[in-house]
């Protein structure tokens, strides 16, 4: 069984530009969501996606975007980026309609200039 | 004020202590209650989860929750150093799909 995986581990962006986050669910699971973890806090709810529609909405800017696919993968875009959005950004994969647990994957950390 | 509180730490214990690890929470509706384990670095791993209130044991983990007061707690029994770590608390509302909120985390360090 292969758990969530996402790419790339590192990346450095100056303020402005736009980036995307790349994340592939463990296998069997269909529902993907995405955490902004700033350093020395919790992981912060960006957005749910599930049968690839948004199924649920932290409180994050419309820049924050994001796709799923039909083998269930995951995208999240973010545009205009701004110095506050460095962070670690994870992707955790569940099974709709079962059991609450969430997988995560071991992150990208973005870093903004 | 945040909806789940967690004292950030770090909390030094010597190894083989028995370790206890709360969270509280505002939120009523919270219905399922994890705990996660996030090393230096990397993504948090799932540890254990609870539905409503109660007790859950996993070899030396063990999972309460006391809805009326709010309160989750994890033991840690016989604590090893690679149990160093920082532990998140997280809840949920619903089942599967929903979003959790998480505590921010408190940092456990186990001297050997």
């Known amino acids: 069984e292969t758990g969530v995986t996402q790419s790339p581990t590192h990346l450095i962006k100056t303020r402005g530009q736009q980036v995307t986050l790349r994340c592939s669910s463990q296998s069997g699971h269909n529902t993907v969501s995405w955490y902004q973890q700033a350093l020395g806090q919790g992981p912060q709810f960006i957005f749910q996606y599930y049968r690839e529609e948004e199924n649920g909405r932290g409180n994050f800017p419309p820049r924050f975007s994001g796709l799923q696919f039909p083998n269930y993968s995951s995208e999240l875009n973010v545009n205009a980026l701004e110095l506050d959005d460095s962070a670690l950004y994870l992707c955790?994969?569940?099974?709709?309609?079962?059991?609450?647990?969430?997988?995560f994957g071991p992150g990208t950390r973005l870093t903004v200039l | 004020q945040k909806e789940v509180e967690q004292d950030p730490g770090p909390l030094s214990v010597p190894e083989g202590a028995i370790v206890s690890l709360n969270c509280t929470y505002s939120?009523?509706?919270?219905?399922?209650f994890m705990w996660y384990r996030q090393y230096s670095r990397k993504g948090p791993e799932l540890l254990m989860y609870t539905y409503s209130s109660g007790n859950k044991e996993d070899g030396r983990f063990t999972a309460q929750v006391d809805k009326s007061s709010k309160y989750i707690s994890l033991f840690i029994r016989d604590s090893q150093p690679s149990d160093s770590a920082t532990y998140l608390c997280a809840m949920s509302a619903g089942n599967a799909g929903n979003m959790l909120t998480f505590g921010g985390g408190t940092r456990l360090m186990v001297k050997p």
């Open positions: 939120n009523s509706a919270f219905q399922y």
């Open positions: 955790a994969s569940s099974t709709s309609g079962t059991t609450p647990e969430q997988f």
